[in-house]
C-alpha cells in the first residue's frame, strides 16, 4: 500500500463520559488533531472526575455546540465536510431525531468515517461499565472498582473501527460495549494470579516490588544474579507461608528497599519493578 499523508483530517469527537474521550485520546496520540463537541451543559464527567477528565481530553481542542439548536446543527455540518472522523455516543436515534445521523452526514462528506459507540449493538438497553462486565461474566475477575475494563475495551474498538474506516474509505460503522468487552473475556491463564513464586508481588525493606520472571531464562538469571540457587528449580512452586522456598524469596526481598531493586533489575535486565 502506497504511504498518503497522516493525519487524513480532524477527528469530530462528539462523546462524553468515558470510552468515547479515550478513544478520541488514542487517535490524538496516533498524531490526529482532534475537536470535542460539547453540549452547552459541558460533558458531565468534567463535574464528577475533573483529573479524569483532563487526562482523557487534554490536548483537544474543545468547541460548545448546541446541536438542538439550528445555528449548531449547521456549524457541525460546516466542520464535518472537512473532518475525517466523527465518534458518537448518543442513544441510538438521538442524532437522527436532530438530522444529524450517518446518512445526513455521510451526504456532506461521503468520505467520513462515522462511528458510533453504543451499549448493545440490537437493543437500545441502557448500561454501564458495571452491567457489561456483569454480563460478560467478568466482575470475578476485574477489580471493577477501580478500573473500567468495558470502557476500556470499547475505546479500542472505536479507535479501530475508525482506522478500519478510513482504510475503507467511509461509511457509517458501529461499536458495542457488551460486544467489545467479550472480545477480550479470555481464559484464565494458570500462575498469573501470584500463586507462583516466580510471578507476583513481594514486600520489600520498604515498599513492594512486582516480580514477573515466568520465562525459565528470565527465572534462572534471576535465581544466578540473586545468589539463590537452590530456587532454580521452583519458578512454579507455591507462593504460601507453608513453602519454606517461598519464605526465602519474601527474606531475599525484604533486604532492600523497592526502589533499590528496580535499579538492579534494571543493571540485571530482569523484570522487576517497584510498586508506585
Known sequence: MAPSAWPPGKVLDLTRLLPGPLAGKLLLEMGFPVLKVEPPGGDPLKALAPEAYRFLNGGKEVLVLDLKAEE??????????????????????AMERLGLGPEALLAENPRLVYVRLRGYRDAPDPGHDLTYLAEAGLLGRFPW???????????YALALAALKGL???GGFYEVALAEAVKSIAYPPIPFLDGSVLCYGVYRAREGEVAFAALEPHLWARFCQKAGLPKLLEAAFSPASPENPLYGALCAFFA??????????????????RAVR
Open 255 to 272: 533486604q532492600r528497599p523497592a526502589r533499590a531493586w528496580e535499579a538492579w533489575a534494571r543493571e540485571e535486565g530482569l523484570p522487576l
Open 145 to 155: 472498582r477501580a478500573f473500567q475494563f468495558a470502557d476500556l475495551a470499547g475505546a
Open 72 to 93: 449548531g446543527r449547521a456549524r457541525l455540518l460546516g466542520l464535518v465536510a472537512e473532518a475525517a472522523i466523527l465518534l458518537e455516543s448518543s442513544r441510538p436515534g
Open 167 to 169: 482504510l475503507l474509505g
